[in-house]
């Protein structure tokens, strides 16, 4: 069975740095886009950006983060990674990321969603 797992969260002080990985992993064909979303303590859910297949070796800025965040992705791994640099008190949320896989050559895609982790910007 497919699935997402997430790792890289945790506290960190304003001005720190985190990097969130999402890993696909199981019985996967293929992977298509992934994406990173967040969601903070009493909001909706907010998508950060996505990278697709062919954005590989890339990096994707967030722009509603004003560029401390960057989004890439390692498809040897099939693993899309969050780069949090500068991070502030607002940036506390869980964080979800997001993809399409196929877990056959002929199948449809599936949207899968990782199980979150919590990333705490605190002093």
């Known amino acids: 069975q497919a699935r997402l797992v997430e790792s890289g969260g945790g506290l960190v002080q304003p001005g720190g740095s985190l990097r969130l990985s999402c890993a696909a992993s199981?019985?996967?064909?293929?992977?298509?886009?992934m994406a990173w979303f967040r969601q903070a303590p009493g909001k909706g859910r907010e998508m950060l950006g996505q990278i697709t297949e062919a954005e590989a070796g890339a990096t994707s800025t967030v722009s509603s983060v004003k560029g401390r965040f960057t989004i890439s992705r390692d498809n040897t791994k099939n693993t899309v990674y969050l780069q949090m640099d500068n991070l502030k008190a607002e940036d506390t949320a869980i964080y979800y990321c997001?993809?399409?896989?196929?877990?056959?050559?002929?199948?449809?895609?599936?949207?899968?969603w990782g199980q979150g982790t919590q990333v705490n910007v605190s002093s």
């Open positions: 199981g019985t996967i064909f293929s992977v298509g886009t």
């Open positions: 997001w993809a399409q896989l196929r877990t056959e050559r002929y199948s449809n895609w599936v949207i899968y």
